[in-house]
């Protein structure tokens, strides 16, 4: 089983639609939670930290269900400039390595 | 966007050659990490440091050897490049050892 594992893509929706993204991850221990955003042939760029009350940043929530370790990304009123790969994102550890889901491709058509 | 750069930002080099990837930071974070980014794969952890002189071993560190002598610079050679190690070369700083910010990426192509 791989250490996190997300929604497979791509995902092909169109402007205005609301979509959500799944990620499942296997390391109860892990402690940090993040969705990356990564554009092709660029570098993942953070989008936001995921926390256990749940957060909010304009059109984007994420949720965090630590029980079924679980996090998830919704995406309001999706926009052309949304279409992009979504990498869900765990830390172990203060200082520890990153372990990256596959991402999920996100295409945002007119 | 955090003050990190990579150089050089693309690369063409032969089998059996030493190639060093610089990573230079303004942030003065105390971590920083080399990931590499092949399709299928991710990215995956090849080495990180977490201070000045201070570095581990990630998951794919078989040829792979870094240096870390000031806060801003984190150097990573391939001992011997090979058509394997073919790949686009990430590196991210980190202040507080979670949120992880990366660098532009490095474009390595062994021929």
């Known amino acids: 089983r791989k250490e996190v594992e997300q929604d497979p893509g791509p995902f092909n929706v169109p402007e205005g639609a609301t979509v959500a993204f799944n990620c499942t991850y296997s390391n109860s221990a892990s402690q940090s939670f993040f969705w990356y955003r990564q554009d092709c042939r660029k570098e993942p760029k953070l989008l936001m930290s995921v926390y256990s009350s749940g957060n909010e940043d304009g059109r984007f929530t994420a949720q965090l269900n630590r029980a079924s370790q679980y996090i998830s990304l919704l995406i309001r009123d999706s926009k052309l400039s949304d279409s992009a790969t979504y990498l869900c994102v765990v830390n172990g550890w203060e200082g520890g390595k990153l372990i990256f889901g596959q991402g999920t491709e996100l295409s945002v058509k007119p | 966007d955090a003050g990190i750069t990579q150089s050089p930002r693309h690369k063409v080099t032969e089998t059996g050659t030493p190639v060093t990837l610089r990573c230079h930071q303004t942030?003065?974070?105390?971590?920083m990490y080399w990931y590499r980014q092949d399709p299928g794969h991710g990215l995956r952890l090849i080495h990180y440091s977490y201070g000045v002189k201070d570095t581990d071993k990630g998951e794919v560190s078989d040829g792979y050897s870094v240096s870390r002598s000031k806060t801003e610079d984190f150097l990573l050679t391939l001992e011997s490049a090979t058509s394997s190690q073919t790949s686009v070369y990430f590196c991210?700083?980190?202040?507080?050892?979670?949120?992880?910010?990366f660098g532009p990426g490095t474009r390595l192509t062994v021929t």
């Open positions: 942030e003065n974070h105390r971590y």
């Open positions: 991210a700083i980190s202040d507080s050892g979670f949120e992880q910010y």
